[in-house]
């Protein structure tokens, strides 16, 4: 008995010298793949990363002025290697700059293609579309830049350079 | 050569029990486990852990040295590292082992027995969970007390018995049969000494009175006590798994009941030898009976919680009486231990291997939460893919609070894949409801992990692109109305958030989702300090426009909880506005504003 209790104490006494920092387990988790989306709303903070120009701030939680050239990368949508996509911009013309902007023209260009232009004829919220080829959508991403062919030059009331207040820019399986 | 041969002996049983629970020796933290490690939390100061040692809880137990100074002492030093508590645990059940050993020698003079009686009980189904899951360990503590207190009674050390016995009552319950035993062993044994165990019962008595004092009494459920004819049913459903093992192995394609049959068989056998053995002057076997029986008394009234577990010091007697057999009735001992042993044995690995992978998969979820909470803290932390299995082992008793993290929750649509237990809790309280999911996930202060069982993936994105269209603009079920998050639901009348709570003035508003079924309640639960509540305050609810009720809140019920009844009318609407109203408020020196009562949750349940 004697000899029990001898060991229990030893035991007890070695464990109150043991306090140990615990370090996490970095194997526990798989973090997110820089996944790619093929649609992006511009205000959600999760698709930032597929911004890559010609953006300005965040506006009302909902959507950002964009400079005369902007750019975004994509995900090509399902089998759109072999039938192709279109290519949805969504966006507004206030009423504001409609003395300067309107008719301007958007030019898109996917993977260093140009598509055919789209003119902005009409102030208020609006969307555009183009046809893309299966050629344009092929790897894991595509570069898709717009073009205008004028905005607001910086200080005429605002010291960004504005060209369209857009929400969303994707791709949509044909 | 002899003491080599002795010490061999000695030796044998403990190899046994390395190979026997080589798994279970090595489970992770499950169940009640991460309820036990979380008691040092609260600990601040000295009376802090005074009363975490001593005031009865769960179903009003006190077990300050197997389950409250265990587990806070070993979390203090060694956190979620579950070896040290293993090694604790083996080192009682050695000595558990050792004492047994000691006592069956000093009982029948027999190296064979004394072997044989700690073997036989390591076979035992009663001790494949205390010895796999740690929150069982007072089975094994009690055990250490009960040997302990049984050896010391054979050596004739009258005192140290005593504080021994005394000591037990820190472990578990079932200590309080301690005086039976010994005044069992002396009336069969050493009838000079029976006065001495008498004396220990008054003991027990006191102790069974403070404990029927403070334990809880539950009129259902598992824990309801039926005294009455089923206790002998009961006792008999222990006495079989005890024998037969409780089930069948899986694959060695007999019938499902056939281990109860094999258990009668034995159970004859047994009784037939042991009325031999007293014909013949012997007492051991029926002492082997009576310590079964007097340890299994205290649960029998526990007609719907029998538990394997329970059996873990009960089969000690067993092991006594076949130990026993062996010296006296070698063939017939023989083939009634290889018989036991063939259906108990795989029905123990088969226990010892499950809690070891059960441990498995929590460690993996658990570990997987610590770390996410690290690569993203103070966001909301979403689960996926976690089963009735995993929740209720590895999530349910909220493990991620120990390193601090306490917004971990399922996504939703997860409650369909949890069995309900409504005697454990409320599986809704652990399930984020879609508007919470989307606004935090829109605002960026949320991530959602899929578990697969062995690790936590990272699917925010994906998850967050299949939200149901609209999520965004539905009103939330329950709002936590101290939570930031929740602001955008509340109406006028309330005041910046307080630690978890917020204050209304003489009125406040509440946005909610509107019932989606008839019989669906509206619960609020709020607080007002004692002080205050000379006169009770009257709150008035409402719920689109319809008086809900009203409550008088007092000093009883400063911290208080009700439902309200929702009339059938406000099911379906696109969501249901309710207004608080008191009838009068305060407004103390120390601070300016109207204050009526403070809240931590609304919503419908």
Known sequence: MRGLAALVLVAGLAGGGCKRARHTNPGATIEEQTE????????????????????????????????????????????????GARLELEFSLPQAVAGKLLGVSITPSVSGVRLKPFKVERVGDQKASFDVSYEQLRGEAVIVQFFLDRAMAPGDGDSRELGLVVSRIGFLPR | MKRLRDAALWAVPLAFYVWMFWYGSRSWFHQDDFAWLGQGMHIATWRDFMEALFVPRAQGTIRPWSERLFFIAFYEWFGLDHRPYHVWVALTQVANLILLQSIMLRLTGSRLAAVAAPVIWLCNVGLATPLSWLSAYNQVLCAFFLLCSFRLLLAERWRWQWVVFLLGFGALEINVVYPALAAGYCLLFARQHLRRALWMFPASGVYTLIHFAVAAKPAEGPYAQHWGQSMVSTYLDYGATMLGGGLVRPGWNLPQESWRWVAAVLAAALVYLAVMAWRQGERLPAFGVLWFSAVIAPVLPLRDHIMD??????????????????????????????????????????????????????????????????????????????????????????????????????????????????????????????????????????????????????????????????????????VEVGQEAFERDLGEGWYAPDGGWRWMGKRAEVMLAAPSKAGQKLYVKGYCPERWLDQPIELTVWGAGWKLGSVSITRASASFEYTFDLPPELVGLPEMKVTLEVDRTNRPAEDPRELGLTFGQLGLR
């Open chain 1, 36 to 83: 790619l989306a093929s649609a992006i709303s511009v205000a959600d903070r999760r698709d930032s990363s597929q911004l890559l120009s010609g953006f300005h701030e965040v506006e009302q939680g909902a959507w950002r002025w964009t400079m005369k050239e902007f750019a975004v990368s994509l995900a090509p949508p399902p089998e759109s290697a072999i039938k």
């Open chain 2, 309 to 478: 577990y329970y059996l873990a010091i009960p089969a000690i007697g067993l092991a006594m009486m076949l130990g026993w057999l062996l010296t006296r009735w070698r063939v017939a001992a023989l083939v009634v231990i290889g018989v036991h042993i063939l259906f108990s044995v795989p029905v123990s690995r088969m226990t010892t291997r499950w809690r070891f992978e059960r441990g498995y998969t929590a460690r993996a979820l658990v570990e997987g939460m610590e770390r996410a909470n690290e690569l993203h803290p103070g966001k909301l932390i979403l689960l996926t893919g976690v089963n009735s299995d995993v929740f209720w082992s590895g999530f349910f008793d909220r493990p991620a609070r120990l390193f601090g993290l306490t917004q971990v929750y399922l996504a939703p649509g997860s409650a369909e894949a949890i069995d309900r237990h409504e005697d454990l809790g409320d599986v809704s309280q652990y399930i984020c409801s879609t508007v919470t999911a989307a606004r935090a996930l829109s605002d960026g202060k949320a991530v959602v992990y899929r578990f697969d069982g062995a690790r936590l993936h990272n699917i925010t994105r994906s998850f967050y692109r299949n939200l149901p269209p609209g999520s965004l603009k539905m009103r939330p079920e329950m």
